[in-house]
């Protein structure tokens, strides 16, 4: 019969004992810890002790059946098989045998059980006869695609929840259930009468090696938890902090209120409680409703936001009965009927006012009666739900209320119980109301998911390399000799002469292996040249090849106390520097580097300058991983280019967040250029004077599937990276032209639209302009396009004739947000405009600040002068109108007026004032 190739192999074997071992460590690890610590919260259990017991039970199983010790593997076999039957049954929502027994909640789902149960089931049937080999083979495989399929999915999304709900748990036991198939399938192949076993210096340093891999997996893992335990105390401490300042705020300012209505004489007091209640309801969007009334509960004075009376409040029982408790003193109630009834929370304040009674002494007049928002005034961080913690405010102990921006989540504690990993309490206090209890709710679990899977590759890897490195002890002195050969290969770069790719690699994984080890400190720095390129182009690839080797010259001529420089790749080169020293800052390093680059190069007969620009990770910023340092140091070289090049940069985490959040907002925004889901919202532009609609602006929206809107002033700049602006200007244009057809079927209205830079500056600008207006009728005297200071800044030659080929063609030019730009006015007088359009930062104070008035004014009367039209943008509110019509402005438009609506909504607007 033929021998198959894993039957006796040394390295088939010592993958096999690699995973035994690691088995039997990681159980033995999860026990210890679980002995000392005991029973935690869910998140704190990255190896649960259940998880523990079977991957410890499954070692010895597994070390039974290759040792040709039945027993051993019986009765572990046994213990495993149990196990999982227990832990799926009590997984399992369809069952319901065992509803009294509450499992952990780290426990594992029957997805992953199921393949638990049949390695038991295997296990308990042994190798040696045909059939049960057969099966061995068949959990081998199945359960090898199930846990390579598994930690796939873990990947994705929230797709580990269907295993589990702690995700570090989840991914190393999936991990576990692809390594046990593997373990079946290759001691299927072994003879287990013949005790297979490896030498004891093998096995030692097997047994080394995957003690520090899976020890260094748990410390990662078990660091990483603590660090998000610490992250929730500290993100509620300062929830907590931040609550009470806004409500102690809240409390003195309506106080405040208080002690004016106090004081005022009886003859002055009804207009200074409508004049105050009508200030504070329009300046403070927390507050929905106030109301004086007497010592009986009867209303002097009400006003709300609502249009109807919040009075009916007063009348529930829980607000009568501590009204009637705490006569006379001030108290701040939260209304559970405004949680039962409405499901939109309110906060209840009431203050007494004291005022002189006929014989001159202070008596009791009445109360005033504010009521607050509940989410602006008890909850007011926004950012709250966007966080990894979901805080509620713990109402009677009987609801949990969270804010959500605009409204309020509501749990009912009677019948449901918020799930979640972590969970902490504080008390809040509430100046007036006593204490309220705040608990959060750890909902970041989709970061821990990514760690997870990294820290599963961790270990991954680190299995692997202790099985390699059992596999060459054992190998034959020919593979040793091959593979010594292997290592022998070029390790410095042709050009340079510097260290290349390879070896900076492979030594920076050598150094982060010791800094792991050590704790001692390596940083990386990424060096791009700044204006190489042009050089290379127009001086050809000689002269580039000689400045390459002059700046690596230089550069290896900065290295010192064991520092390595070496070509990545063109004109990228990257510096590692071991063993950070205080009195010896990279910082050092770094600056004579970016001296010795910017003196001048003599190439043949060319003088020549260059700059560089640099980014600097350290292990203190990033992990001791290779790929992430010069990854995190590559995307900090590219933040220092964004600040003005010849400059250096450390990476940061807000890096990475940045490019992440590049790259995720760019494929949105792709898909949704694939949909056509964008969006064109206009709005009304006012004659001044009349105020009448005269025409309108075109708006770009995106608007996400969940309602939420995202600001142009992040796609946009985004889009003209990328060049996704092209095509989307091109919508734009087109859109605003046929919506614009529509709106002059009521009158001669004319159609704003703004210009990006990277579309005005393309060469066929004006032919796709006219085309469009071709295609679609719409005629060039009623189209104003729109462009910024800086858009006509970047060639002023260029962009003067263009301007004046659109006159030539009828359009109306305007310069849109004028005044934020930097320009100066001897450049302005040459343009070929027609409009200026003020930017509404200036608008916002012209009647607060004198400085904006001022300024205001000046453009106005420099562009009569000129014979410009003005246009005003942002006018909010009435007195902001008639100062710009007094100015001088021509046009007005902004929120007073009307605020971005789609087309039919602004023909409905443009009849309705037809109408009037």
């Known amino acids: 019969m033929k ?317 009568a009965n501590y009204f009637r408790d705490t006569a006379g003193t001030s108290g701040v109630l939260i209304p559970l009927e405004s949680i039962r009834g409405e499901g939109n929370p309110v906060v209840l304040m009431r203050l007494p006012i004291f005022r002189d009674n006929e014989q001159g002494q202070p008596a009791l007049y009445g109360y005033v009666i504010s009521i607050f928002d509940f989410p602006a005034l008890i909850n007011p961080a926004k950012a709250d739900y966007e966080s990894i913690l979901h805080s509620y405010a713990n109402i009677g102990s009987q609801y949990l209320l969270r804010g959500m ?96 790719r390879a070896v900076l690699e492979e030594r920076l994984h050598e150094w982060c292996e010791h800094t792991i080890r050590t704790g001692n400190g390596i940083a990386v720095a990424f060096i791009d040249l700044d204006g190489f390129k042009p050089v290379n182009d127009s001086l050809g690839l000689l002269v580039g090849d000689k400045l390459l080797q002059e700046t690596a010259r230089r550069l290896q001529g900065c290295m010192r106390n064991g520092s390595i420089v070496g070509r990545f790749g063109g004109d990228e080169f990257i510096v590692l520097i071991p063993r950070l020293r205080s009195e010896h800052p990279v910082t050092d390093l770094i600056n004579e580097v970016l001296t ?26 990033s992990p001791p991983d290779p790929k992430q340092l010069i990854q995190h140091a590559d995307m900090a070289m590219y933040q220092a280019k964004r600040q003005g090049r010849n400059h250096y940069q450390f990476y940061s985490s807000e890096i990475s967040e940045r490019f992440h959040s590049s790259v995720t907002l760019r494929n949105e925004l792709q898909h949704v250029l694939e949909q056509g889901a964008l969006k064109l919202h206009y709005q009304p532009i006012i004659r001044c004077g009349d105020r009448k609609i005269i025409g309108c602006e075109a708006l770009l929206r995106w608007e996400r599937d969940d309602g939420s809107f995202v600001s ?53 600008f004006i032919e796709a302009l006219t085309h469009t207006l071709n295609l679609t009728g719409f005629p060039a005297k009623n189209l104003h396009l729109e462009l910024t200071e800086s858009v006509l800044m970047e060639d002023s030659g260029r962009a003067i004739k263009l301007l004046e080929s659109l006159r030539e063609r009828k359009f109306s030019i305007s310069i849109d947000d004028f005044g934020t730009g930097f320009s100066s006015l001897s450049y302005l007088k040459m343009l070929p405009i027609d409009t200026l359009k003020i930017d509404q930062t200036f608008i916002k104070d012209v009647l607060s600040g004198e400085h904006d008035a001022a300024i205001t004014k000046t453009i106005i009367g420099m562009a009569q002068q000129l014979h410009l039209t003005v246009t005003a943008e942002g006018v909010e509110t009435l007195e902001q109108a008639e100062f710009v019509e007094q100015a001088g402005c021509h046009f007005m438009q902004g929120f007073y007026f009307a605020r971005p609506m789609p087309m039919n909504e602004l023909i409905a607007l443009v009849e309705q004032q037809k109408n009037l």
């Open 405 to 500: 921006g605009d409204s309020t989540h509501i749990i009912d504690l009677k019948t449901e119980q918020p799930l979640s990993l972590y969970r902490h309490s504080l008390d809040m206090e509430i100046p007036l109301g006593g204490v309220v209890g705040l608990v959060g709710f750890y909902s970041g679990v989709q970061d821990l998911r990514s760690l997870a899977n990294l820290y599963t590759i961790v270990i991954a890897s680190g299995l692997l390399l202790s099985a390699l490195l059992v596999i060459s002890m054992e190998a034959s002195q020919t593979l040793r000799s091959q593979r010594g050969q292997l290592r022998v290969q070029a390790t410095h770069d042709g050009l340079t002469g510097l260290a290349n």
């Open 3 to 319: 021998r198959h190739a894993i039957t006796g192999n040394n390295s088939a074997i010592a993958v096999f004992y690699t995973i035994v071992v690691a088995a039997l460590i990681t159980g033995v690890i999860g026990l210890v810890v679980f002995s000392l610590k005991g029973k935690s919260q869910p998140l704190t259990e990255v190896l649960s002790p259940t998880a523990a017991f079977i991957s410890l039970a499954t070692g010895l199983s597994l070390l039974g059946a290759v040792r040709g010790l039945p027993i051993l593997r019986f009765c572990f076999g046994l213990v495993v098989f149990v196990g999982s039957i227990y832990s799926s049954l009590n997984s399992s929502p369809w069952v319901e045998l065992l509803n009294s027994v509450n499992g952990p909640e780290t426990s594992l789902r029957w997805p992953v059980t199921v393949f638990f149960i049949l390695i038991g089931a295997c296990l308990i049937f042994g190798i040696s006869p045909t059939k049960r080999r057969v099966l061995w083979r068949f959990g081998g495989y199945s359960t090898m695609l199930a846990g390579l399929t598994y930690s796939l999915m873990c990947w994705y999304s929230d797709w580990f929840t269907w295993f589990g709900s702690h995700p570090m748990v989840v991914s190393v036991s999936v991990f576990y259930l692809f390594l046990f198939g593997l373990a079946l399938l290759i001691g299927s192949y072994q003879d287990s009468d013949k005790g297979v076993v490896l030498s004891w210096r093998a096995m030692a340093m097997m047994i080394a090696s995957v003690t520090v891999v899976c020890s260094t997996w748990f410390i990662l893992s078990a660091a990483e938890v603590k660090r998000v335990e610490e992250q929730i105390v500290a993100t509620m401490q300062l929830a907590q902090e931040n609550r009470e300042r806004v409500l102690l705020n809240n409390v003195n300012m309506m106080q405040r209120l208080t002690q004016r209505w106090q004081n005022i004489s009886e003859g002055k007091l009804d207009a200074l409680v409508e004049l105050d209640v009508s200030s504070y309801l329009s300046d403070m969007p927390q507050i929905t409703a106030i109301m004086l009334v007497d010592t009986d509960n009867e209303v002097l004075y009400e006003q709300s936001k609502q249009d109807t009376s919040s009075y009916w409040l007063l009348g529930t029982p829980d607000v």
């Open 596 to 621: 010795s680059i910017s003196q001048p190069y003599h190439i043949d007969q060319y003088r020549l300058y260059l700059t560089a620009s640099i980014g600097i990770t350290t292990t203190l910023q």
């Open 712 to 764: 142009p002033a992040d796609f946009i700049p985004l889009a003209e990276d990328t060049g996704q602006i092209i095509p989307i200007s091109a919508w734009v244009l087109q859109q605003a032209c046929e919506d614009g057809l529509k709106l002059r079927e009521l009158g001669d209205f004319s159609m704003a639209v703004n210009l990006s830079a990277v579309q005005f500056n393309r060469a066929n």
